[in-house]
Each structure stands twice: as C-alpha cells, then as structure tokens.
C-alpha cells in the first residue's frame, strides 16, 4: 500500500521539477535581456534589488518644517448681497444675488490671471491668483475694471454684478480653487 503512493508521489515531484525547469531557463532569459523586453510596443521597466547598507547605526532624518501659512483671502463679502445658491455636486462656487451694477471686490489680495468672457455660461470672468495655489472666480459680472496681470486687493472693484451667461437674475458667481480643486466659499465668507 505505501509503495504504490510512493511511486506516485516521486512520479508529481519529478514531473512538477521537469515543469519548472523551462520557466527557470525562460526567468534567466528574461534577466539577461531585461533592457530589450517590449510588450505591445512599450519598454518594460524591471526594479532592480534594493540594496541594504552594512551599516545599520546610520540613522534617518527628515528635514522639514511645516509651518501655518497666512490665508489671502480677508473674510469679507465679495459684494454687498445674499447667498442664493450654495456649493454642491455640478456648481462648483456660491452665487451672491445682489443689485445690478453693485460693486464686486476681490476675496484678498493677488494678481488678475484673466478678465473675460467665457462662452461656457460663466459670461464676463476674473481669476485672480492668490498665494499658494490658491485662485477666486467671479462670474457673471456686467463690466470688468481689470486687466491681466493687474495686482489687487479687496478695496479696488474689480468689476460690477451684472447678467451675463447662464443666469436667472443678477449675482456674482464666486469660486474658489485650491490647487486645481474646488472648495466651498462659504467658508471664507461671513455669514449672512
């Protein structure tokens, strides 16, 4: 009885070593010509071991400083008005429903990195860059005050509520950008 399950067993070792031999000679294949592999027309990249050094008394340090940075923005309405729409799914800023013509003030200090129309229903545009990354949008405006590269600051209008693009009534259209994402303004403006 243990001789037959003897035999059978050496037999799936032998052949399980026979199977492996050719993926052995295929893997040093591989290694040796690593720089020539191409799949679909694309070099692949093989990692190479990591080396550990000897020495493990080295220690590790990371030197950097993380320190608060001052926000741009001062707090304040943009214009003298209400929140009609807030931030959510598809509309990515507040509106601010004000009268036709009301004044519209930059969010903190920056530089106009455009002053426009926008055919996407933004209508007359400023993008005012900020420090860090940071940029404000006000859409919708009636006339526009600044130019490109203009340097700003929340006292000078930067232009007037008005109709223009997609729009039910008149408002600024307010958005922040932080980095290439959108946040919700209403945490920089005061409460109404």
């Given at each position: ?25 295929a893997s040093k294949a591989i ?41 741009p923005f001062e707090f304040h ?82 232009g007037t509520v008005g109709l ?29």
């Amino acid at each position: 009885m243990i001789r037959p399950r003897l035999r059978l067993v050496s037999k799936l070792i032998l052949i399980g070593v026979l199977a492996l031999m050719p993926l052995s000679y295929a893997s040093k294949a591989i290694a040796s010509n690593r720089d020539k592999v191409v799949v679909n027309g694309h070099k692949i990249l093989v990692a190479q071991a990591a080396t550990v050094p000897n020495n493990t008394d080295e220690v590790n340090n990371v030197d950097q400083v993380i320190e608060a940075k001052k926000s741009p923005f001062e707090f304040h309405m943009p214009v003298n008005g209400y929140t009609s729409q807030g931030f959510y799914g598809y509309h990515n800023g507040v509106d601010i429903a004000a009268d036709f013509g009301s004044p519209i003030h930059a969010l903190g200090i920056g530089k106009i990195a455009f002053a426009g129309f926008l055919a996407e229903g933004h209508g007359n545009t400023v993008v005012i860059e900020h420090e860090n990354g940071l940029q404000s949008l006000y859409a919708h405006m009636d006339k526009i005050y600044v130019g490109v590269g203009d340097q700003i600051d929340s006292q000078r209008p930067i232009g007037t509520v008005g109709l223009t693009g997609h729009t039910t009534g008149p408002h600024v259209h307010v958005e922040i950008i932080d980095n290439g994402i959108h946040v919700d303004p209403a945490g920089l403006l005061p409460a109404n």
